[in-house]
């Protein structure tokens, strides 16, 4: 089934104003006030952090030993090396740092991206990481890379994927599918028919009580409130659809604290609403970024990261001006502005009044449901809001006025960048794996355009490691929206981008965005797709060339067979 994103708006004022009375929920969606520490919260952009770096560190060796493991199952010719990660995680060239490598003979840091598109991307993105992982059953040629990658990245969709990941402390794709996905998502609580029935009306209840416990707290709730809360109970298994689970306390996970999981970065993008009264993302729209540690951004104009356990505390020069407040980063909020496509309606709403769904127009149940009894909300009701932690932070000109950031879906905009590339263009990654779900075309599938503006965007700003990406007509004419496709081969100078699409092998990926339930078979042929994109259709070829692609400037003797893989996949 599928419907637009405001009219799934007027479902949920529906839902929760015919709900019963509120009830404060069990178990506190609100943020907490608490103690400040006496450490640094805010810092400058100078880096990764300290903790960060730590975890990578420890990662990277877990990492480069699967690695290593991976390749000799595809060809024991290969060599790379162990090595230590080092302190070459600060700021140094791109060409510095791939010399260091070859030198050491090291083993290459991998990401991996998963794309916005929805649900779309969610099951597809599953998909492609199920059958990179090698605890999935059956195997296939490319299984085990998923245990060599040292960081993932999630937008919109993605985020969605990585949140129910990393939020459920990294178990199976076919875990998470068998046990969650399948019953959530036929049962999507986005479903018009099974949000209003009698059923869900505990689910009801809690979210209307968690929304108004915000601002009883003295935050100002936006759509993005039960928009989180209610996709949180399709992917997260907490309790009241992990209303506790928060982005810094994946960092208490066993995985996470065993090393055992590349380090999950979800982004969004600052809108200049309360700037200059562009609501729209411009192409120079400041990319933020969400972990574990912190949250913040490289860009120019904000260049800061606060500590994410304290996003919600009013700050002033990075200082905080009273108390501190945790819980802000509550795992549902952070995933539902990366996915918030519905401030793309820049007005301010006015109110009715009445209570009676029936009779509410789109805009009315808008207003009503982010503040009901109130005459109207305005227009930055409609983003992902955050207190500024950069208010008159002396690297941050930019926001440094701003009250609150104004967030929205990285994938919307005047120049729209489907795939979390941005956050890696600021680290030493090697390899990006992009996995690429974007609907550019009719049919749901991607063209190249996404990538393309990260592109685009990166030369403007000044970042080099993006290698060069051609145009949209060349992906189509070349066929490199349905293929995998080696970006950087050739050049010291930038990141080797593996650009894998979406592409229907065994069923119709190309499901639109707007899609909002899926049946179980549907659920599963999407995954299963998802697997046969991440191993290309089976093609005898792949586990090679796919190889040969991520250890091609390692320096390292690679095997005969990686001569035709580059003639074939290399983009030059």
Known sequence: ??????????????????????????????????????????????????????????????????????????????????????????????????????????APVIALTSSGGGYRAQLTGGGVIKGFDSREAPETGVSGLY?????????????????????????????IQTNLWETALQNSLLVPQILVSQQARPIYNTVQADVQAKAAAGFEPSIVDPWGRLLSYGLLYGADGGVQDTMSSIASGSNFTSYNAPYPIITALGSDLSINGVCIPQPNATQYEFHPYEFGSWDTGVDAFVLSEYLGTSFSAGKPTSNCITHYDQLGYVLGTSSNVFASACSAVPANMTAEATSLSLVENLAYLTAPGAPGIPEEALF?????????????????????????????????????????????????????????????????????????????????????????????????????????CNSDETATII??????????????????????????????????????????????????????????????????????????
Request: proline letters at 6%; one cysteine or more; glycine letters at 10%.
């Open 1 to 106: 089934m599928s419907m637009s994103p405001f009219s799934l708006l007027v479902l949920l004022h529906a839902a929760l104003t015919a709900a019963a009375p509120a009830r404060r929920a069990t178990n506190g969606y609100a943020p907490i006030t608490t103690t400040c520490p006496s450490t640094q919260l805010v810092r400058q952009a100078d880096g990764i952090s300290s903790a960060e770096a730590s975890y990578i560190a420890q990662r990277y060796q877990k990492a480069s030993q699967a690695l290593d493991s991976w390749l000799k199952s595809v060809d024991e010719s290969f060599e790379t090396g162990q090595g230590h990660w080092g302190d070459w995680h600060g700021q140094h060239s791109k060409r510095q740092w791939t010399e260091w490598w070859q030198q050491q003979g090291r």
């Open 499 to 572: 650009y894998i699409p979406n592409y229907n092998y065994t069923y119709p990926s190309g499901q639109p965005t707007s899609k909002i339930q899926y049946y179980k078979n549907e659920t599963d042929g999407m995954v299963a797709n998802g697997v046969q994109i991440a191993n290309y259709g089976g093609k005898a070829d792949w586990p090679l060339c796919l190889a040969c692609g991520i250890m091609k400037k390692s320096g390292n003797t690679l095997p005969s067979g990686c001569s035709g893989c580059f003639e074939e996949y290399c983009y030059n």
């Open 147 to 175: 245990q060599a990658l040292t960081y993932q990245a999630g937008l919109s969709g993605g985020s969605w994927l990585l949140s129910s990941i990393a939020g459920n402390d990294y178990p199976t794709i076919s875990s």
């Open 384 to 488: 992902g809001l955050f207190p500024n932690p950069f208010q008159n932070f002396p690297s941050s000109p930019h926001v440094s006025t701003q009250k609150t950031l104004e967030l929205v879906d990285g994938g919307v905009g005047v120049a729209y960048q489907g795939n979390p590339i941005w956050p890696f263009l600021h680290r030493n990654i090697d390899v990006i794996i992009v996995n690429d779900n974007s609907a550019d075309t009719v049919g749901n599938f991607p063209n190249g355009t996404e990538i393309l503006h990260t592109y685009e965007a990166a030369v403007a700003a000044g970042l080099t490691t993006m290698p060069v990406i051609p145009s949209a007509e060349t992906f189509v004419s070349k066929g490199l929206h349905q293929k995998p496709t080696f970006f950087g």
